[in-house]
């Protein structure tokens, strides 16, 4: 079919998660003619699935001592607050914050080889000790024997961050029909053709970016393009919902390098907190059916936390697969990646890698684009995408418990 209208913007982000809604935002401010395209829902997927932890990366010091993780985002806790404050890169006053803190926790004989590591000059300012009479309700009780810290990391409410970076976007995100495909024009740069009632509305851009976390890789093979090449970190993460007035966001010491479990809580419809349940117990559920990772995490839960009464509780899962670049021997990478795609002049591709790292991948893919010599054009006719509906907000996974 003939292409009735044609769009020429600066710069098309195709992926609408919490990267490409703060990458929008701040091409936007900078002056850049945008747009944002998602398939779905803005956060579907690997956002709305996240804990919503901005953290400075204790949790990857499990081994003790400081690695390059850890490293890479010791300051972005205090970036993310001057956002929520209004007065960071991106004005986050619209956003919730579940917790401005999070604990760590272990019985005695983890904490011991940690103590002197915590104490030390290396995380001062990063890890407080708690003292007894300090302690969350839900570590009150006589039975807990262990040792508890607090981190200067935060917990947000992911629907409404998505929410608030949405409703600053000038309403430039937009919902992809399911017609839609990209080709190569002869230049060897990527196009987009979307087909909406029969309007054939091509989309051009001097610079597309793929920010569409595991959908990077079959956006990649529909250009004939593998690299920048993508690896995903599956997990199984158990949520539960119950009665306990208290939410609690914490991460437990074990041998592994990761967290032997996080808990972190979200608020249902009806008041009541579901808990979502990852680390090592999310990463070895993932060779387990639903009703196996859920007898998992009611055998932790009963050893960590014997005082609990969950007897009422609705236990459900849900299968994540984080997307990154992919990294020699399949580890974690550091830091937030954009690169250039394989043979397509006009298209970056990018993952932020951690919820954390987001305003590091906007910084910089926006420098990239200045290398390149790209800059904000006066203005452009992007009437045609009217036609198009703006993406709506994803249902969080614990809205199942609401129905």
């Not at 992926?15 to 998602?38: D, I, K, T």
């Not at 579907?44 to 400075?56: E, L, N, Y």
């Not at 890789?217 to 250009?223: H, V």
Request: charged share 20%; aromatic share 8%.
């Amino acid at each position: 079919m003939p292409v009735t209208q044609t769009v020429e913007l600066d710069v098309a982000v195709i992926g609408g998660g919490v990267a490409g809604l703060w990458l929008l935002n701040r091409l936007q401010q900078s002056g850049y003619q945008s747009a944002l395209f998602e398939t779905k829902a803005l956060g579907s997927d690997q956002t709305v699935a996240s804990q919503g932890m901005i953290h400075g990366g204790i949790k990857y010091t499990l081994s003790g001592v400081l690695n390059g993780a850890s490293e890479a985002i010791a300051d972005m806790p205090e970036h993310w607050r001057n956002c929520l404050a209004g007065t960071g890169d991106i004005d986050l006053r619209g956003a919730r914050t579940l917790s401005d803190h999070f604990y760590m926790w272990s019985s005695a004989n983890v904490t011991s080889k940690l103590t002197t590591f915590f104490a030390s000059k290396a995380t001062r300012g990063r890890v407080d000790k708690v003292s007894k009479h300090d302690r969350p309700a839900i570590f009150q009780h006589k039975d807990f024997k262990g040792q508890l810290y607090r981190l200067v990391d935060m917990v947000l409410d992911v629907p409404s961050l998505v929410t608030t970076l949405a409703e600053q976007a000038q309403q430039q995100t937009f919902l992809l029909p399911a017609s839609h495909h990209w080709r190569k024009n002869s230049q060897g740069d990527c196009e987009l053709l979307i087909d909406q009632d029969g309007e054939i509305i091509l989309v051009k851009a001097k610079r597309f970016i793929f920010s569409a976390g595991k959908g990077n890789g079959p956006l990649l093979e529909q250009l004939g393009a593998s690299t920048p090449a993508m690896q995903t970190r599956p997990l199984h993460q158990v949520m539960v919902k119950h009665k306990n007035p208290n939410p609690f966001y914490g991460h437990c010491l074990g041998t592994d390098k990761t967290p032997r479990l996080t808990i972190s809580s979200h608020p249902a419809a009806d008041g009541q907190w579901v808990w979502y349940l990852g680390g090592t117990l999310a990463e070895k559920g993932v060779e387990q059916t639903p009703e196996q990772v859920i007898d998992a995490a009611k055998t932790e839960l009963a050893n960590l936390m014997p005082w609990l009464d969950l007897s009422e509780a609705q236990w459900s899962t849900l299968r994540v697969e984080r997307a990154e670049p992919r990294q020699k021997n399949f580890v974690r990478p550091d830091k937030a990646f954009v690169g250039q795609a394989e043979g397509i002049e006009n298209l970056l591709v990018a993952w932020p890698t951690k919820l954390t790292l987001t305003p590091n991948l906007a910084s910089e893919t926006l420098e990239q684009l200045t290398a390149a010599g790209i800059t904000p054009s006066s203005e452009v006719n992007t009437s045609a995408l009217d036609l198009l509906a703006q993406a709506p907000v994803a249902a969080t996974p614990w809205a199942k418990f609401d129905s």
